[in-house]
């Protein structure tokens, strides 16, 4: 039975369809990754080496909705370094150090 499905295959038919498939896929596969890399959007890497010293408590005693949202403010001059009490002091002294190196 399953042999006579088999012959009934238009087999040059089923070829072009799975060709023009994988063609199209290639097409949209390389427009995803031009639109993905014309929209990337560029973070400040000063943001990842801040939050590296911070305590990660994302108490929110800064008045910012985690420790990453502080660093951001950090580096956007919208927050004090000062406003995160739960730092060590050695730590809030290379984030000073961070923020007026890069600025």
């Known amino acids: 039975m399953a042999t006579m499905l088999l012959a009934e295959i238009n087999w ?3 070829g072009i369809t799975v060709a023009l498939m ?3 896929s290639a097409v949209f596969g390389v427009l995803i990754l031009l639109t993905a890399k014309f929209f ?3 973070k400040d890497a ?3 080496r801040i939050l590296a010293l911070l305590p990660k408590a994302n108490c929110g005693g800064c008045g910012h909705a985690g420790c990453e949202d502080f660093a ?3 580096t956007e001059g919208k927050a004090k370094i000062d ?3 739960p730092s060590k002091k ?7 150090d961070i923020l007026l190196k890069s600025d």
């Open 90 to 96: 050695e730590a809030r002294a290379e984030i000073t």
């Open 72 to 74: 951001k403010a950090l």
């Open 83 to 85: 406003d995160c009490r």
């Open 22 to 24: 994988l063609g199209v």
């Open 40 to 42: 990337e959007v560029k």
């Open 12 to 14: 040059t038919t089923f």
């Open 46 to 48: 000063r943001i990842e």
